[in-house]
Each structure stands twice: as C-alpha cells, then as structure tokens.
C-alpha cells in the first residue's frame, strides 16, 4: 500500500474503538487500501458496503434527500461507517459497538477530503 | 422465470445460491476443456456451446500466461464493460478442475461476485462427491450422453 494511503487511514484506525478502515473503489467494490484488524474480512466488507452504499443511494434519491454521504449501520457486535468520496471512492471504517461515532465519522470525512 | 439447470443434480443448488447472492445474470459452470456441468440464464444451446468455448480459451490463454510469468494458475479474471461484466474463476474440486463464467450487470459489482464466487467455490467443494471411476468412452456413448447433457441443461 502507498504511504500516502497508510497516512489516511492510520488517521482513522487511531480512534480508539476502530478495528479497521478501508478505501473502497465504490463501483467495483474492490479493496484500494486497508488497515484491518486480524479476524476483519475486508474483502467482503468492501463489496458489501459498497453494494449497500449504492442501495441507499436509491432510497435516498426517491425521497428526494440527494445523494448518501454518510451511512452509520450498528450492529449488536460492533458498527460500521462510511463516508462517499468523490472519485467513487468509498471510506469504510469497522469499529466495536462503544466507538466514538461521531470523532469516526470526523475523521471519515477528513479521509474523503484528502484521497480526493 | 429464469432457472438453473445441471448435469450433475449436487451442483444445482450451490450455483442457484450464487446467481441469486451475486446477482448474476448468467452463469456457466464447466471444466478447462469447455465441458459444461451447470448453466443458469441461457436459453439456447448454442449460446451456451459458445461461451463454454470462449470461456475454455481465456482460461487456457491466461494459464500459459502464468505459466511464462513461472506463476500458479490464475484464480480468477473480472472484465468490466459499460454494461455488462464477466468473471471466470477456476478451482478445484474432488473430480477435477473447474470454472465458472459469470456475466453481471451494473446491479452487482466485480466485489461482489468475487465475494460470491469464493463461497460458491466453496460450497461446490463440499457438495461435490468423491470421482467415479474413468470409464471407456466408446463413439456409440459420445451421441447419447451428449444428447442427455444438452437435454438435462435446457430440460428439454
């Protein structure tokens, strides 16, 4: 992985409670760059969250909302966060159920702004 | 509706699974030499013969590739068109070789039939039973079990 991607994402995976962080290319959902914990399947958390991104896109763009910029899915065992980028390119980060959503998501955007 | 049909009953489920997870359009299950065990989508014989064919001739194509790269085979190769993409992804099972074309649309992602992929493979492993002994292929058989094949394919 290139420096300046490891730069990005170690911004993220810093946040105490992050367990991974991951820059998606949102067409393909394909892995451009990865920080991730043992134990985190990458590859399917890309091409999911990248698949989910685009379904929210859908309902967002029915009701009128524009298009999805940031998506917060909580699950019983941990959450997960992404923020679009332009470029189609996708932040992802994998955190435990007690992360600082909103420092997550701070840092998310920040990411997007400095891949694109 | 669209269905999916095998020559082999075992390997029907698994690649139902994975055109219905995946979101695949059509689906074609076959050895390296462009024999076909499974199809899903295709409605006509010689749609299927022909991309057993061309399937056939990628996978030999980028084996010699790796070959002159001094590589193991390729797994898996993801072409993406404007509207449509295909993965070929080969491996192995108790009785041999196998591969799969996958053609998707702007519904689905390369992510997600890799993703998808990786599991059919799996399950094919799993479900597949043990090799049956090789038996003499005589010219009078050739006809015949071609005929049940392209019959059990499209059920016709």
Redesign the interface.
């Known amino acids: 992985m290139s420096g300046r991607f490891q730069g990005i994402l170690d911004t993220i995976t810093r946040v105490r409670g992050v367990r991974g962080a991951m820059i998606v290319a949102c067409n393909d959902g394909l892995v451009v760059a990865d920080s991730l914990m043992e134990g985190v399947r990458g590859n399917a958390v890309a091409a999911l969250a990248s698949s989910l991104i685009k379904h929210a896109a859908n309902a967002t763009a029915a009701s009128g909302a524009g298009a999805p910029q940031f998506l917060h899915l909580q699950g019983s065992r941990g959450a997960l966060l992404a923020v679009s980028g332009r470029s189609e390119i996708l932040i992802v980060a994998v955190a435990e159920p007690s992360v600082n959503v909103g420092l997550v998501r701070l840092e998310l955007i920040r990411a997007a702004e400095a891949v694109n | 509706m669209t269905r999916t049909y095998a020559v082999d009953p075992w390997v029907e489920k698994p690649l139902a699974t994975f055109v219905d997870e995946a979101g695949a359009r059509l689906a074609l299950l076959m050895t390296p030499a462009g024999q076909v065990i499974a199809q899903h989508g295709f409605t006509r014989a010689v749609d299927v013969m022909a991309a057993a064919a061309l399937g056939a001739g990628i996978v030999a194509s980028t084996g010699e590739v790796a070959k002159l790269l001094d590589e193991p085979l390729f797994s898996v190769l993801n072409h ?1 068109g404007e509207r449509h993409g295909i993965l070929l992804g080969g491996f192995d099972t108790p009785r041999g070789r196998m591969v799969c074309l996958a053609v998707y649309g702007p519904e ?5 039939v ?2 998808f992929f990786e599991e059919f493979s799996r399950d094919v492993r799993d479900a597949c039973p043990a090799p049956e002994a090789p038996k003499q292929v005589l010219a009078a058989d050739f006809e015949r079990e071609l005929n049940e094949s392209l019959s059990a394919l499209f059920r016709t």
């Open positions: 993406q689905s992602s390369p992510g997600i890799q993703l």
